[in-house]
């Protein structure tokens, strides 16, 4: 039970962080773009939008954008 806690307590940090900080750290941000948000935008493409909006055209992923 402990386990499962601690996972949706990562999960939900890993998201806040995508929502909130990475769009403004360009280092993050392209870690984002390139690995989480893979991931991200199987819950929602909502996550990962300002981090791309943020980056630009150039940006890894950004062909993702509805």
Known sequence: MRVLILLIALLGGLVLVGMLIA???????DWYLRTACRYLDELS????AA????AGPQAPGASRMP
């Open 23 to 29: 769009p403004y750290q360009p280092g993050l941000r």
């Open 51 to 54: 981090a791309r909006r943020e």
């Open 45 to 48: 493409q909502d996550i990962c």
